[in-house]
């Protein structure tokens, strides 16, 4: 073994001499230490399996997706009997959460217009549910008599609503709220339930208008049973399914809808995806009345629609996308926010400052 | 593969036992954690592992002709072949598209556009860390303060995955002997490796997530549909936010690296216990800063020269440091703050000692004024920092003076709590937490891993809920 090099005890503590007595021991050796970390994670995981499953439950189908549950199945199983697992159940309920990282009420941030006073109890409406809507706030909306608008997005709808929430409260005379959730979609709603969430934002917000933008993270199987592979024609009326019944959800209590696209991406075959989904939002928003369907490969891409991190406007040049070539920079968001606004005077006929 | 994932639990039990078993074999040993540095690295994208190893070539060919050259201006030029390739290349990545659109701006103000290409490359991950670290080596090579290493060692040094997405930048004077020497697998000191993973995983996923959703995003999101209160803490909260993630990432890294046997240096000593800018440097992110000092500041002068000299050498530093962390005029704003603060700190210094004062005024009132006054101007210049556009970063101050009057929602006593909490921690000597370690070390080994699995549980449940397993994350 000429490789054999010495351990250089010039680095290790010294033993502890007799007299002294046994020192506490903060080191140890690797083969106890891998035991150690062995059975924490093993513990660990055995407290956290159900969490760990529901999470593999939601990850995209695929051989890691079959491998993890494989595994967590039955230590899952295993845990719920002995009751292990409500000891991470009970810290979520103490912490008011759903231990299953589903469902709304984490995604929702409301920005009332800078003007609003504080009411006489002190405390303002963070949820204004207003019972009767007045007739004119939409071709008028003021100080006190706010447009409501509600943001709706996956993390690119995140990108826009983060400007478009910005603006429009900016305008002292908007309620915009946004309800957005990274890695989202209308594809897993094991996941995150979009339906469901708009459920119950609906009447906490009570639009007037809602922006949506989403499906970047759609592209990919619904699982089972059955279980429906992307790419092929049963997954396309399913998804067009899908959306054409959101988009009616978000119209059934009178609100405009504005649907915007999904940017192209600098990625070809990630690209080809998200144009497929928009084909398939185009054609259900073609479906449902009180729908604008924005282009936004009008607005933040290249002139022939193809993906570009810069556009000119103004003669100026914008960088409009991040540098991983998908999401949206804050410049962009505020380029196609305009555009949304744009969208809402022109076609909506509101008069947003 | 980012660190606070059970996907990494796996990879790095894994990595453990392989490195320890083959710890008794350097060449096979070294071999492997190339092999999980590389494994690790390529987990976001495999095609810019060949970066990395275009790198390590480069500061490796570098360094060996320096070495070789048969006189001074040879190797001159070789240092400056290999330090303005990996330049470049960092160069190319990270700025280009940044300088490209802000010269085809000017030029196009003036009438004349198109002039550069617009093209934005995808950012490698980590590159100006390890691009710093090789460019640390070929320096410390041409100044014969590091003999050249074999090109595995150079290639584990740049690559060792504990330190390769977030630093620290840890000098070759610093790893390589560690590389080659045989690491002890009997006196591995895991009661502070524990100890750091722990306290970095809780600063990361529950302190620092926790203030980012609750107050500092929404306040910069939108500054104007929130109070003049909620602005001032999601000001603070920010730079808790970013001091908790960043420096539990390193915590993380160098806990990581002690159970390999490996010791990093130390990148954060309570930095908002400043006493003045020049202290916040020495405590916060240290191997940047003395980076900085070593191969830009002293270069430069340093020291040396007249107070105008001086000047330029500290202004230059610290807005080179700005850029460093990002291509955006506002990083360049958060540098240039802090090179104004440290010029204008050392003039003062220099004022009081030739008066025949001590440098600083004295006594327990003035070190708290000190301390606040350092921390209010770090976390004026952290607006900038956080800001997504200078438009954004004046929006957020001038609702420090206009949002009065309008409602408080987002101050809530635990965003309060969180904040002063770690405010106090830093001002505190950090014993309790090493006690505490080695307490639990001092326990059997079953008790040990069923602590530390509640521990774990509790950091999971109490940082952001459910994961992201889909297709895209946001960097």
Redesign the interface.
Known sequence: MSDLIEVDDQHAPSAPSKRSGPRPSTTINWQRLLGLMAATLAIWLFIDSTTLQHNAQVSPVGIRRTIALDLLGPVAALSRVTQVSHLESWANGALGRNGNGSGGGESLTIIMPPVQKRTTTGHPPIHPAITTIPPNSMQSPTATDPLRVLLIGDSLGIDLGDALQNRLAATGVVVAALDAKESTGLTRPDYFNWPAELTSALPKVNPQVIVVMMGANDPQAIPGPPGISYGTAAWDVAYRHRAVSFMRLATSEGASLIWVSLPPMQDAALNAKVQHVNDLQRSAAAKVPKVIYIESNQVIAAPGGGFSAFVTKDGQNINVRTPDGIHISPSGSNVLAASVIHTMRKQLDIPVP | MLFPT?DF??FF?AA??LC?VL??????WKLAVLGLSYFFYGWWEPKFVLLLVAETAIAHVGARMITRARDDRTARLWKIAAVGSLLGILGYFKYA??FA?SI??VA??VGL?NLIP??????PLAISFFTFMAISYVIDVARDELDPASPIDLAVYLAFFPHLIAGPIVRGSELLPQIR????????????AIHLIVRGLFKKVVISSFLA?AIVD?VF??????SALDVLFGIWGYAIQIYCDFSGYTDIAIGLAL?LGIKFPVNFDAPYSAVSLQDFWRRWHITLSRWLRDYLYIPLGGNRGSESEIARNILLTMILGGLWHGAAWTFLAWGTLHGVGQVVGHRRREARVAAGKPPQTTGLTAHIGHVVWTFQFVCLAWVFFRA??FT?AFEVLGRLFS?W???T?LVTPLVILAIVAVLAVQQLPGVLGARL??WW??QH??L???L???V???V???GP???????????
């Open positions: 059970i639990a796996l039990l453990f036992a320890w710890s008794p074999f350097p060449t096979p598209g940044f659109v085809d701006n196009r103000s556009g617009l093209i934005q490359p995808t950012l020497r045989r690491r002890d697998e009997r006196h591995i000191d895991y009661s502070r959703t929404p999101v939108s500054p104007s549909g929130h159970l997504t556009s954004n949002g009057g309008s409602p929602t370690a080695a070390s001092n080994l079953a040990q891993g069923s530390l699995a509640l774990l549980l509790g999971t449940t109490l809920t459910g994961v992201a397993p889909f297709i895209y994350y946001r960097f």
